[in-house]
């Protein structure tokens, strides 16, 4: 009930300039007609798509492969798996702080790392072609959650079916292909959409990332971290464009119901419900 | 593939008794390698913010960067403490912490248990109108929701961080649900013929039975707020009432590229996390493995 009522209450504001001292003006469909002309909310809707595309099929990619590692039947597993998932508990803005001077340009662990490897080091947090990444490498280290769903997954394939399959002489990849990953599908389905409405919704680390002394919510070097959800916080609470806020997180909505609708769609070829 | 008609060849039995044998020799070690490789990988940052907290900010910019500090020192430590009240940014933060955690525990173990074991019209409609909330964006009702506590004059107190969770969570009423779903209903329908009120047996039969499930619950609802950052962003405004991730935020704000002693903050601010973690281990793994929950 605490929920309906904004709601119903959101989607009047998203008709209206309302700027939360003054009541509300009605003006019918402007606020979404204005956000098609509107060229900082095209960045946002491109920096928000960048960290999706990549960052969501990577990190499952990510997860799957150090859960696979995990499953790896040595001793010591609990201690591995405590590692790889420990800095998924980490405070974001912790997470982000380290990061940051991780990636520090000048003094930096990572740059030093690619230095020492002859690779070239990248001005992570002031140069617009970087930061995107900047962000992922965040979430990458966050994957614990990803990978302990999938071992998890992993332990529930009946070993007797590995067997089977190399008895008849199928190879580590074959056995990939077509024992495992049929059986984990229905969880990478699920996680794809998890991640998927994760990713468009990804505020604060691009606006920790982006945070200069003073400076509140910037959208860090030319608007390269002005994500959607960054760029709707701008708009309601620097701005106080709420009425326009509000229509943004009306479209937010549309976006996530619509790519939903398509992943599900696509599922009945690639995801496998055993017999079970 | 192979099914109970299969020939059994000398050849397929060898390579059954070849692979009940397990791994072969050696590849252990590899697999060792791969882990301690990725672990290091993810450790690393651990690594840097304990070892950044314990340099003097001529080794922090060194250049090249070194790993190890040559002398190590707590001074960051003492810096991070006087320069932001830390202890006050812990009290507040507990505190939330606390009342959160006892609002959901009181919210949605109740809503759960009137949506799985009393038969009432309107329970499904309900049901419905809970899930389809985990999937609309949080950001469609954080404006009218900001519209509501400025009406009251709240904006900048605890209430708009310390209510919501006493009037449930959408997430973990599903996975209760999902958990009491599991509980006999003749145990309950035992409990109403004896005479037992609803809430009788909500309290004496179900909870007791679902204490694993009331744990996640709770963990997970301590790891959110103890990192929460965009509600305390959204209102609270008096550096009184920071909690410690606006705490860390506003000493960047204010002392930028500090690292030492703001490495030393982060560290103090993410060993309770961990030590959670380390004491409740298997109650984050279940919980995970539930319902897919970060």
């Known amino acids: ?18 700027n939360i001292f003054q009541p509300p003006t009605w003006v019918g469909l402007e606020n979404y007609t204005a956000l098609f002309g509107d060229d900082r909310f095209r960045t946002a809707l491109w920096n928000t798509a960048y960290l999706t595309v990549l960052g969501v099929p990577l990190g499952l990619l990510l997860g799957l492969l150090t859960a696979m590692a995990l499953n790896f039947p040595v001793r010591g597993q609990p201690i591995y798996r405590a590692v790889l998932y420990l800095p998924a508990i980490v405070p974001v803005v912790t997470a982000t702080y380290v990061w940051r001077w ?28 970087w930061t995107k990444p900047a962000v992922l490498l965040i979430s990458f280290w966050g994957i614990g ?25 199928a190879n580590a990849w074959q056995r990939f292909r077509h024992v495992t990953w049929p059986l984990i599908t229905p969880v990478t389905l699920f996680q794809l959409i998890v991640g998927i409405i994760n990713s468009l919704q990804v ?8 945070q200069q002394r003073l400076n509140q919510a910037s959208g860090g070097p030319e608007n390269s971290l002005l994500t959607y959800s960054l760029y709707l916080f701008q708009n309601a609470f620097v701005h106080l464009k709420m009425g326009y806020a509000a229509a943004m997180a009306w479209i937010l909505f549309l976006i996530t119901v619509v790519l939903t609708a398509l992943v599900l769609a696509t599922s009945k070829r690639w995801v496998h419900y055993g017999s079970r | 593939m192979v099914g109970l008609d299969t020939p059994v060849t000398p050849a397929r039995a060898r390579a ?39 340099k003097t900010p001529d080794q ?140 009788r047996i909500y309290a004496q039969i179900v909870l007791p039975l679902a204490r694993p499930a009331l ?29 410690l991730s606006i705490g860390l935020y506003a000493f960047f704000g204010q002392h930028g590229v500090d690292w030492g002693p703001l490495m030393a903050a982060c560290l103090m601010f993410t060993l309770p996390a961990i030590a959670i973690f380390m004491v409740a281990q298997k109650y984050f793994v279940s919980g995970i493995s539930v319902t897919g929950l970060k």
């Not at chain 2, 009940?20 to 913010?49: D, E, K, N, T, W």
């Not at chain 2, 006087?82 to 109740?110: D, Q």
Request: charged share 15%.
């Open chain 1, 1 to 18: 009930m605490f929920t309906l009522g904004p709601i119903a209450a959101s989607a009047y504001y998203s008709f209206t300039d309302f």
């Open chain 1, 102 to 129: 991780l990636l520090n340009a000048q003094y930096g662990m990572i740059n030093r790392l690619l230095e020492l490897l002859h690779l070239p080091q990248p001005d992570w947090i002031g140069d617009p072609a």
């Open chain 1, 145 to 169: 959650t990803t990978t302990i769903i999938y071992l998890a997954a992993l332990k529930e394939v009946p070993a007797h079916l590995y067997e089977a399959a190399e008895v008849d002489g």
């Open chain 1, 203 to 210: 505020f604060t680390q691009p606006y920790l990332l982006a």
């Open chain 2, 16 to 54: 059954v008794r070849s692979y009940r044998r397990g791994p072969r020799r050696g590849s252990s070690l590899v697999y060792h390698l791969v882990l301690v490789a990725i672990c290091a990988a993810f450790a690393l940052p651990f690594v840097i913010m304990l070892t950044t907290a314990l």
């Open chain 2, 60 to 199: 922090i910019f060194s250049t090249p960067p070194r790993l190890l500090p040559t002398a190590p020192t707590l001074e960051n430590f003492d810096i991070a403490v006087e320069s932001m009240p830390l202890g006050r940014y812990l009290v507040n933060t507990v505190f939330l912490v606390v009342a959160n955690v006892t609002g959901t525990l009181l919210s949605c173990p109740l809503v759960a248990y009137s949506l799985t074991k009393i038969p009432w019209r309107g329970r499904n409609p309900l049901l419905f109108v809970v899930l389809s909330t985990m999937m609309l964006p949080p950001q469609v009702t954080m404006i009218p929701v900001y519209k509501l506590w400025n009406d009251l004059g709240a904006v900048g107190t605890f209430w708009p961080l310390v209510v919501p969770p006493f009037l449930g969570t959408a997430f973990f009423i599903f996975l209760l649900r999902q958990f009491f779903a599991g509980v006999p209903d003749e145990l309950v329908e035992a409990a109403r013929i004896d005479g037992a009120s609803e809430f």
């Open chain 2, 215 to 243: 744990a996640t619950v709770a963990i997970f609802q301590f790891m959110w707020t103890w990192t929460d950052f965009m509600l305390p962003l959204l209102y609270l405004q008096d550096p009184d009432k920071y909690t």
